[in-house]
């Protein structure tokens, strides 16, 4: 969760005291851990929509803490406190309401979030009695609410018009988000590229840290001299080397310059967790982001009515164009049939939460989804050991791709497989696996698998009986 787009953590971990106080700490599922705030914080005789905007506030405020790492970032080893003068209730062993505990299994996957930012909103409250604040008030929810206000219009009260609901969103194990391994000169993988788009902005505010030029995951000179300069200012071993000291140093200032752990924060945009946004498209466009568009669109057509299949021609036409407008429409934007960062947002995290409920391993003759985020160089998960299976499958009928070691790890081996690949279907070199590329291996490979004939000059170098 903290490098990436957000997701539910199964569990949290909770500090019975104030930071710094000698108390335990406390392990328990998410869910559980909502409903006990919620029945710790407000009152369940209130009304229905006064609860529910309470519990999206805390649900956001709890995600916030966890995704921006703000006690771990410090040397902690925990989540989040009990301590309300900077965090929320939670009372251990205490009874939960019924009602709390029916809407908690209804809205703990639940979150806002700004519009055109990933993370979850600090959305922080009060009780609006005793004490007030710039956040939400829990009394003033329920004077709200019994004027007749839903959920969403009483947190747009509070926290303005330029908030989204985030519902359905994925749900995955927490793990710290340090490299296991110190990265150095010569590394390549999505931490760097995480390390240097962190850097980059942190030299906003100290302009005496080099700009890295290119924040491609790939740990070259002008990476080392940025990472030595930053633990220069801030009193580090200066060593160049990023290590779990240096990497949490960075994440901690980079949550201070963009306000992260604030209600007007900065926010953190797309492009700053992912290649996936190509930026905005529309009627005329060609390409392959055209192509993923359209990739995306087919796969959420088979889930929702409302969204058409589309033709994955690259092409951006009137009819990609209509399926984008019935999209925006499905979920509630501004049907322009423009592809800006809303859109590509709510398409991503629609495809997202589907793909999330798929097994996402290797069985024989089994095609999997793209899984959502690009592959390529440094990239080290299951995600791509499912590729190289996939490779090495269709690399026995086609000899110009050479086998790689299926160690879900993709290097340099694993890159130029994918290049022959991309070159014997015709598509863009990049030597990365979007969700074109993954689509076209994919299908090959059912067809390999499932002995279809492959049409006449369809794949130059094919070999049959092979």
């Avoid at 916030?64 to 406190?81: A, K, L, M, P, W």
């Avoid at 779990?244 to 310059?257: A, C, H, L, M």
């Avoid at 529309?282 to 995306?296: I, K, M, P, T």
Wanted: charged fraction near 20%; proline fraction near 6%; charge should be negative.
């Amino acid at each position: 969760m903290p490098t990436g787009t957000p997701t539910i953590p199964e569990y949290i971990t909770v500090h019975l005291g104030r930071p710094e106080q000698n108390a335990r700490n406390v392990t328990l599922p998410f869910l559980d851990y909502v409903a006990n705030v919620a029945s710790s914080e407000i009152y369940p005789t209130w009304p229905e929509n006064a609860i529910r905007a309470n519990m999206y506030a805390q649900i956001s405020f709890a995600l916030n803490r966890i995704y921006t790492e703000f006690y771990r970032s410090r040397g902690y080893d925990f989540d989040i406190t009990n301590a309300t003068s900077i965090d929320q209730s939670f009372v251990e062993g205490r009874d939960i309401f019924e009602n709390i505990r029916e809407l908690a299994g209804q809205l703990f996957d639940s979150y806002i979030r700004r519009q055109g930012a990933i993370e979850p909103l600090f959305a922080v409250y009060c009780d609006g009695r005793r004490v007030t604040c710039d956040g939400l008030s829990q009394w003033g929810t329920v004077e709200l609410a019994e004027q007749g206000m839903t959920p969403y219009e009483i947190l747009t009260y509070y926290y303005g018009n330029n908030i989204d609901l985030v519902t359905d969103a994925p749900i995955a194990n927490t793990t710290e988000s340090a490299p296991a391994v110190p990265l150095r000169l010569g590394s390549a993988n999505d931490q760097v590229r995480t390390a240097q788009i962190r850097l980059n902005r942190i030299s906003q505010n100290y302009p005496s840290i080099p700009k890295i030029a290119l924040t491609d995951g790939v740990f070259t000179q002008d990476t080392e001299a940025a990472v030595r300069r930053f633990q220069e200012i801030f009193n580090l071993t200066a060593d160049g080397v990023i290590g779990r000291s240096t990497w949490y140093y960075i994440r901690r200032i980079y949550n201070g310059v963009k306000r992260l752990n604030e209600i007007d924060s900065e926010g953190v945009t797309l492009e700053e967790v992912t290649q996936q946004y190509p930026g905005v498209l529309r009627e005329g466009d060609s390409g392959n982001a055209v192509a993923n568009l359209q990739y995306y669109l087919n796969y959420l057509s088979g889930f929702y009515d409302t969204i058409p299949p589309v033709t994955v021609d690259g092409s951006f036409g009137a009819g990609t164009r209509a399926a984008v407008i019935d999209l925006q429409n499905t979920f509630g934007l501004v049907a322009d049939g423009i592809v800006g960062p809303l859109t590509w947002e709510a398409m991503y995290d629609a495809y997202l939460g589907i793909v999330s409920t798929i097994p996402l391993q290797y069985t024989e003759g089994n095609v999997i989804p793209f899984p959502g985020m690009i592959l390529r160089l440094g990239s080290d998960s299951d995600d791509v050991r499912v590729l190289q299976e996939y490779l090495n499958y269709v690399a026995r009928s086609f000899p110009t791709i050479t086998p790689v070691s299926v160690t879900g790890y993709f290097g340099p081996r694993t890159r130029e497989a994918v290049i022959a690949f991309q070159e014997l279907s015709g598509l863009p070199v990049s030597g990365q696996v979007s969700a074109i590329t993954w689509e076209a291996l994919t299908d090959l490979y059912s067809d390999l698998y499932n002995g279809q004939l492959l049409g006449e000059g369809q794949y130059p170098g094919f070999e049959t009986g092979v």
